[in-house]
DNA sequence: TCCTATGCCTAGACAATCAATGTATATCTC
DNA sequence: GAGATATACATTGATTGTCTAGGCATAGGA
């Protein structure tokens, strides 16, 4: 289990407007869901987590809005735009291609 | 098909080490290597390549030897060392952990 | 009171990509 | 012999993204 530096770099931004998408919609919760769905072998960084929200959001992929929380600080939910939508089908089949080409080079059974 | 700009980053190490292994020895023949594995769709940049290489050998996970070419300029030819084949196993198996998490939170299909 | 969990954010150090360019030889075409 | 193309290695400067480390802030429990 483990911290997969360079190749979370990569999949990042798709990971998190899946999260998103899963209904993850605020920046703690995102890195919850990620490490809960990942079975802890996705650590996401705070210091790249809210920089990649933003530029999402400068980009146009997702809106936010902030909403207070029952308990701590308030919350900045965030929400997929129909162009984020659109770029989270592109990236996931962007990924699906190059994990499969990968996968067949380094001889990785896909089980 | 095309150009996984920052996907590539974090397995490009453990792909040239590959291809490196299956008998594509010296740079050029690495890039042109991985470009038909993977049908066009990984394409490696020289500036990312050479660098590469070089960070290999400095790691000591890779030894090399200068050897004229019968066409062309004199090639730089790389193979694993005892270091690097460890390297490779771990990385191999780092990518199929990562790869199968990331499938499975896109929901994409491993086939 | 202090620690932990929740929650957002950023600055500076660092690392790696990419486009572009340079160098060099061999071969093929016109 | 002029020019294009393939082979082959290498570097530079701009850009971009990660990570460590810290700051700010509220609430609950020991």
Redesign the pocket.
């Known amino acids: 289990m483990g ?1 997969h ?2 190749l ?2 990569g999949a ?2 798709s990971l998190v407007l899946e999260a998103i998408d899963k209904g993850a919609t ?4 995102i890195a ?1 869901s990620l490490e809960e769905l990942s079975q802890g072998e996705l650590v ?5 987590l ?6 999402l959001e400068k980009q146009g992929l997702l809106k936010a809005r902030w909403q207070d ?9 965030y929400q997929l735009t129909g162009l984020g939508r659109k770029h989270l089908a592109a990236q996931r089949d962007a990924w699906s291609r190059f994990s499969r080409v990968v996968n067949r080079i380094l001889g990785v059974d896909h089980a």
Chains 1, 2 share one sequence.
């Open positions: 911290n530096g360079d979370l770099r990042l931004e605020y920046g703690y919760a919850r996401t960084k705070e210091g790249s809210y920089p990649a929200l933003h530029r929380s029952p308990q701590g600080r308030p919350r900045k939910h």
